[in-house]
């Protein structure tokens, strides 16, 4: 594959609209070039799916995974509770990246949060979502009320 100049726009150009516009295009026809899509169709994919990572990246750099390690805690004396109030607040139920967007900022590891799925039993999932239990909503008002 030789490497062509990027096609469209300087993604530096564009507004953040566009940008996550394009971005989730990239990501949604993604598939469709890898398996229909010519070598030259695939090879412009990429560069620009990749350009508009990196940008993203950059004016964004704590709203991925790859800014973790830059993150505090929030300083909350019980982050487990913090979380589980959090999904509280919002209803009961979240999307299961906003969770893990939640823990990360609450500087909860993954192993942590992933033992509220089980013997606790704080979590439950539904599809996509995780949905507290009686028990973690009850652990969520337990948090509230000691504040």
Known sequence: M???PPTGRPVSELTDEELEHQGKQAHDTRNWVFLHGTAEQFENHTTRMLALEQ???????KRTWQGFEARRPMGDSDPV?????????????????????AARDLGLQRDVVAELYGPKGYIVT??????????????????????
Do not use: C, M, W
């Open 2 to 4: 030789t490497t062509k």
């Open 126 to 147: 539904d599809r996509a979502d995780r949905v507290l239990t009686d028990v973690g909503r009850d652990r969520a008002r337990d948090v509230v009320a000691g504040s």
């Open 55 to 61: 940008e993203y990246l950059r004016r964004y750099p």
């Open 81 to 101: 509770g913090a979380l589980l109030t959090f999904i509280n607040d919002a209803g009961g139920r979240v999307h299961k990246l906003e969770l893990h967007q």
